[in-house]
């Protein structure tokens, strides 16, 4: 007991150790060295239409992904040989059971000599504590790896999965701002044809500015869930593997460690597969924020912004804007054409959120109705307010101020949740290397073994006994 409290002790503090530590300081991508295949050195620019920016990730995974294939063969090969070796050693044990059962087994006076000896090979106190703190160092290990990975891989991918529909979510109100502006202006302040050409460049750059931030939208969450479906999994075969190391301990039958071995190799594999995703992760989404550093300061637009948020200070655009101040204008005063002739008042920007159109409607005369409908409906106001909006839209201010928003609240936590992730996987990938190899040398119980054949030569010594003693009465009989 005093062993598991000491353990038990080493184990909290570490784990306090470990959720309380700087996970940002132990992987820095900034530093990280890229290169293409061609071993030529590539510059740390998110760029993903370059095709040497993205060899320079695949590059990154490298390490975990030659791993967990390096350590798969190695551990099938382990395993065969293995299964090898019991298997040659069982048909030469039954050979020698066969030679056995040929030589007699009781000497001149009909004593039975016992084949029975203590099995040499069974451990002692001290090696079996040490064999069950090992094991229990490893599943505590485990166990604190595996809750501090899943909850990084869930704020990892809660955030990542946010940043695009944030920015899907801006782009499609924009876009809804530049269509309630057609609504509001078409057949009310000027003629639709008019309209529509006057603000179809601030239309179509808003409508192919949502097309794209959707299209990056649905890639990003298809791998970002294939990532943490393998992360998921990786990390639930983990916890598996430490319930039947648990199993394994207290059954001690070689198949019950056959299977650890098993279950322990395929954990390997996948953590380090997982590694291999995460580590180019985390260096792309430095790059990805140092890329908004120099956008949002220094108004460098960064190359993958025409695919995925395009917003360009067109002079077209511009135009449209322009344009639709003027009409905000033209719709501001037929509303104050209409409130000073029957209400006695006049309203500006500042005071236009007090206007209720349906009471001013109620107030109008009844041949002037018709007229008010087709002129003002529940989005004119709205548009009429919308004018700063529109400025920003024209400067691409809201793109701006969307990463300015974006480095401030995502960058940092989803580069040390990816870290947190990758000390995780490494951490459970060498405590579990051990693992195996105790896992395989412990396949063969040979205490099991040496029981079940003491337990046979027992069997064998009744019989012959019993067979003697009959021997015995059959000829005290006949005398």
């Known amino acids: 007991m005093t062993y598991s409290f000491k353990t038990i002790l080493i184990a909290s503090t570490a784990l306090i150790s470990v959720v309380s530590a700087d996970f940002s300081s132990f992987i820095t991508p900034v530093t990280m060295s890229r290169y ?28 975990g992904l030659l791993l967990s294939i390096f350590i798969m063969l190695l551990g099938v090969i ?30 001149d006076t009909g004593s039975i000599i016992s084949e029975y000896q203590p099995s040499r090979d069974s451990p002692t106190s001290i090696l079996l504590k040490i064999v069950k703190f090992f094991v229990f160092l490893i599943i505590i290990t485990t166990v604190v790896g595996a809750i501090l990975g899943l909850a990084s891989n869930s704020k990892a991918g809660k955030d990542l999965d946010n940043f695009f529909k944030n920015m899907n979510i801006m782009a499609n109100n924009a876009r809804k701002t530049s269509n309630n502006l057609v609504h509001a202006f078409a057949g009310k302040t000027d003629i639709t044809k008019t309209i529509l050409s006057n603000l179809l460049p601030l239309t179509t750059e808003m409508n192919n500015m949502t097309q794209s931030t959707h299209r990056v939208l649905v890639e990003e969450t298809n791998l970002n869930h294939l990532r943490e479906s393998i992360t998921i999994m990786g990390y639930i075969i983990a916890i598996i593997t430490c319930a039947w190391g648990i199993f394994g301990v207290a059954n001690g039958k070689s198949w019950s460690f056959m299977f650890l071995s098993y279950l322990s190799l395929l954990t390997i594999s996948i953590i380090l597969l997982a590694m291999g995703m995460h580590i180019p992760l985390s260096a792309a989404s430095s790059d990805f924020c140092n890329s908004l550093d120099q956008y949002v ?116 936590e989803v580069i040390e949740s990816v870290n947190r992730m990758v000390i995780s996987e490494i951490i459970i990938a ?32 009744n019989d012959n006994n019993d067979s ?9 009989r006949s005398s």
């Open 36 to 63: 293409n295949f061609k071993r030529e050195r590539v510059e740390s620019q998110f760029n993903l239409d370059d095709s040497d920016y993205k060899q320079s990730l695949v590059v990154l995974s490298f390490p």
């Open 430 to 461: 060498v405590i579990w290397i051990p693992g195996f190899i105790f896992a395989v040398i412990y396949s063969k119980d040979k205490r099991n073994n040496n029981n079940n054949n003491n337990s046979n030569n027992n069997s064998n010594s």
């Open 468 to 476: 003697n003693n009959n021997d015995h009465s059959q000829a005290h």
């Open 297 to 412: 300061d220094n108004d460098v637009k960064p190359a993958w912004m025409t695919k995925w948020i395009n917003c360009d200070t067109d002079v077209s655009i511009s135009d449209a804007v322009e344009f639709s101040e003027g009409e905000i204008g033209k719709l501001l005063k037929m509303i104050n054409l209409f409130s000073s002739a029957y209400t006695n008042k006049t309203y500006t920007k500042s005071n236009l959120l007090t206007l209720k159109l349906d009471e001013l409607r109620a107030v109008i005369p009844i041949d002037q109705v018709a007229l008010f409908d087709s002129k003002f409906d529940a989005k004119t106001i709205p548009v009429i307010l919308s004018v700063p909006r529109l400025k920003n839209m024209a400067k691409c201010q809201f793109v701006k101020d969307y990463f300015n928003y974006t480095r401030n609240n995502y960058c940092d």
């Open 78 to 107: 382990a395993l065969f040989l293995r299964n090898c070796i019991t298997c040659n050693g069982k048909r030469k044990k039954e050979g020698e059971i066969e030679d056995e059962d040929e030589t007699p087994g009781a000497d």
